[in-house]
């Protein structure tokens, strides 16, 4: 069976700098796969690459059976790819419900259909905080608020892949503890995620399977469990760090 | 102060004027991070296309209609030929060069098709004036700051209400957070020249029957309406619509109250005083440095 996402011998470059050499990676379909490693690895330039947010210099992008590499991000998301950005990336100066409505701009019909109404009051139910401040400016939400409404809005293209973008940064452990269990959840109801994180203990607590990004390239892929008792593994990414 | 009461009024109009160039240099602004400065000439373009259509005998509303037609694809063919090729880095500043160039080449082919003088353009609204208070205005002079004020009201609404609104301000805040959820950039830019540029051949056949039309008449309107969209603060679209009316009226208060001759030279100055003192315009939000 052909996986939902796969990636073969890809490189991003920016000017000399090669910020991604031959990477190569799979998600099936409903999995939860997680990319660690260090700033500066290379992690967020590949999720760049693949949601076309960043041209790829080489290699193969493949979703659901249909080359994607070099397509731009407004038509990759119309196939199925949602990104939550590193940095949130929300609509500061628009309301909560207006970030959410576009959200869902690359569906059919866009807004104000009754599918999308629907898919709002999910997210609300999801995080309760975000119906009290639907009306509020999105930029006066708390960091952790904003994250939940970057979640919600890359939820809103109804994806069948979720990327996320080293969701932990800046957010309080307390934060991360209510929203490392939605993704599980939204994992478990079938919703396959590919999660890049500096938080290594998190990201192989929750993620199937793990892939090592070192210096552009991918140094080691496996189970989770099975990289979170790898030496190399914990004595770079595990040994030495806090647990959230 | 029945004088007093007549610049106020003439001073909404032209400053209606104004607002109306600056809401386009503030829409095109969003989209594009490039300012369009062949706009002056979308102007000149509404009003002189309108008179040649009546010169040719069709009737009045679809010689402006067929006018706005002609400003909407000129400035759709200016963003795709003048500014999208040259505005692909922030810091990029060619468009500077060929916009400008742009309207040079429209104003002499004007001038060649049209004639170097002015003309009027016939409207019931410059019949003859109504008295307010001693001071006499015309009703076009009235109109003008009205459909500016509208103008921006509805601006808002479409912004808030509908996906193509909410897209601009989307692509105006981070281009990169646009393209995720879906929002194809290039659409939205060209959809945001088409609409400038529709406003400012409707500002230009507005204007047209107070101030004369000319093949020239777009230099003066089209700086000025820059300099309010930047002292109002190009982020913001009433603060651009605010700034044209003050701007309208302080020119004719000038202009009464001093000479003419010195309108320019006090506007401008003003204009370099409020930008020591804001320098993001007086309602303008501090541009982000975008990733």
Known sequence: MAALLEVKNLSVTYGHVEAVRDVSLQVEAGEYVSIIGNNGAGKSSTLKAIAGVVKPAGGEIVLDGKPIAGKPSYDVVRLGLSMVPEGRLIFADQTVEDNLYLGAYARRGGGRSREVSEDLERMFALFPILKDRRQQLAGSLSGGEQQMLALSRGLLSRPRLLMIDEMSLGLAPRVLETLFPVIEMLNREGLAILLVEQLATVALRYAHRSYVMEDSRILLSGPSRELASDERVVEAYLGRRKAS | ?291
Do not use: C
């Open chain 2, 1 to 291: 102060m029945s004088a007093a009461l007549q610049y106020f009024l003439a001073g909404l109009g032209i400053g209606g004027i104004y607002a109306l160039v600056a809401i386009g240099f503030h829409i095109m602004w969003s989209s594009a991070k490039a300012v369009n400065f062949a706009h002056g000439d979308t102007l000149m373009l509404g009003a002189v296309l309108t008179i040649v259509f009546l010169d040719h005998g069709i009737a009045m509303p679809l010689a402006i209609l067929l006018s706005i037609g002609v400003a909407i694809v000129f400035g759709v063919v200016l963003e795709r030929v003048a500014i999208r090729p040259f505005a692909d880095h922030a810091a990029s500043i060619g468009w500077m060069l060929t916009t400008i160039a742009i309207g040079i080449m429209l104003e002499s082919y004007a001038t060649i098709e049209f004639g170097a003088f002015a003309r009027p353009l016939p409207s019931p609204g410059v019949d003859k004036p109504i008295i307010i208070f001693g001071a006499g205005v015309f009703i076009q002079e009235l109109l003008i700051p009205f459909v500016a004020v509208l103008i921006v009201v509805l601006l808002g609404i479409f912004q808030r209400r509908t996906q193509l609104g909410r897209a601009m301000r989307a692509v105006a805040f981070n281009r990169v957070a646009a393209g995720i959820v879906g929002i194809n950039v290039l659409h939205v830019s060209m959809f945001s020249f088409a609409l400038a540029s529709a406003l400012g051949g409707l500002a230009g056949i507005l204007v047209a029957p107070v101030i004369q039309a000319s093949a020239t008449m777009g230099l003066l309107l089209g700086i000025k309406g820059f300099a309010v969209a930047i002292i109002g603060g190009i982020t913001s679209a009433p603060g651009v619509v605010i700034a044209g009316l003050l701007y309208g009226i302080i020119e004719k208060f000038v202009d009464g109250y001093i000479s003419t001759a010195a309108r320019e030279a006090v506007g401008f100055s003003l204009v370099i005083v409020v930008l020591m003192l804001f320098p993001q315009g007086l309602f303008g939000r501090r541009e982000l440095v975008k990733v």
